[in-house]
């Protein structure tokens, strides 16, 4: 094992470029990770709790390099005794070293360095485990009640990810590149806990890849299931600190991000058809399309930063599989998910709009 010191590791609390900025990020004051580089390690974090009261952690997988790659996990979600305890409609703990090593065998291709065209392979990885129900957001302890007896949840997403990220910016103070992705709930994870995340590294180039997290505008995510969410999670003030309006208009978020971040690269993938986002927001196969580009159009194509990249279909999640391809409405060419990753991230100029025919 050894001592994993960030490639331009920077004294405790400075800020990188020059900048006399107050630091806004989480606190950088724990040890430096211990890893061996080329393989994943888990590290337990006492003070993290999944949603059955049990500590968690997180996996890292060093490379020699300055970019970081930080992926939240996905896993559904629960707000109340029918989706939490009946339904059971979220991924729960406990999660430590033993889950790891079984959800290593299934890792989706962002993390496969044997893959040449993988756009992320060469950078040191981050993976965030999912077991709060609450889109890695929340920070509650509720008491769910039923017909059953009485379960207490713990919905401590966000202080778990503060708690993670911690740990991470402890090492790595002043990476070059950061991207911060995720999938389903990863990726409402990803978007929800990236503006923490970007003033955390705030001299870095950051990048944003949202996979079938879609912020849909207005009801299209139903007011009463909105409203479930927040009480839940215990996530109003946390709504309310991230943009005015989001309460009742989670999509305004797209917007706020790229004028407080206009330089950022920023990415949402999903199907036309989401089966899966689609039945938690109780809308049908054309409902959910209506939306979802009526979303795009409004809040991430008048912006140069967030860009789309959707297929058609009710795929659910496109990373695990990053060689899908779809036809654009502005040519006959296709367009292929990895490299337009590649392109995003490598801040080229073919990172455009890539929408269904």
């Not at 920077?10 to 950088?28: F, K, T």
């Amino acid at each position: 094992m050894v001592v994993v010191m960030g490639s331009a590791a920077l004294g405790a609390g400075s800020i990188s470029c020059g900048s006399s900025a107050a630091y806004e990020g989480v606190p950088r004051d724990q040890p430096p990770l211990t890893a061996t580089p080329g393989t994943w390690t888990w590290v337990d974090v006492p003070d993290s709790l999944c949603q059955d009261g049990t500590p968690t952690g997180f996996a890292v997988n060093v490379q020699d390099t300055s970019d970081l790659f930080i992926f939240f996990e996905g896993g559904g979600a629960c707000w109340d005794y029918l989706t939490c305890v009946v339904a059971d409609t979220a991924t729960h703990g406990p999660v430590g070293a033993n889950e790891w090593a079984m959800r290593q065998q299934t890792l989706p291709e962002p993390f496969d360095r044997t893959r040449m065209t993988n756009p992320f392979r060469n950078a040191t990885m981050i993976y965030v485990p999912y077991c709060t129900g609450d889109l890695h957001v929340g920070d509650n302890v509720a008491m769910y009640t039923g017909a059953g007896a009485p379960v207490t949840y713990y919905h401590k997403g966000r202080p778990d990810t503060i708690s993670f990220l911690s740990r991470v910016a402890s090492t790595w103070k002043d990476p070059a590149r950061v991207v911060v992705s995720g999938s389903s709930a990863g990726g409402f994870g990803a978007i929800l806990m990236y503006d923490l995340t970007r003033k955390t590294f705030p001299g870095s180039r950051m990048y944003l890849i949202d996979d079938a997290g879609p912020l849909l505008e207005g009801d299209a995510l139903p007011a009463a299931e909105k409203q479930a969410w927040i009480s839940a999670w215990n996530i109003g003030g946390f709504i309310d600190d991230l943009c005015a309006g989001c309460q009742t208009d989670f999509s305004l978020l797209n917007t706020t991000l790229t004028k407080s971040h206009p330089n950022d690269r920023m990415a949402l993938l999903s199907s036309l058809q989401d089966l899966t986002i689609r039945t938690y927001f109780m809308l049908t196969p054309d409902m959910f399309q209506t939306d979802l580009l009526q979303m795009i159009n409004d809040r991430l194509l008048p912006s140069q930063a967030f860009r789309p990249f959707v297929i058609t279909g009710q795929q659910h999640t496109l990373l695990g599989t990053m060689t899908t391809s779809m036809t654009m409405t502005s040519s006959t060419t296709s367009a292929v998910l990895e490299p337009w990753l590649d392109s995003m991230i490598n801040d080229k100029s073919d990172f455009v709009p890539a929408l269904p025919q």
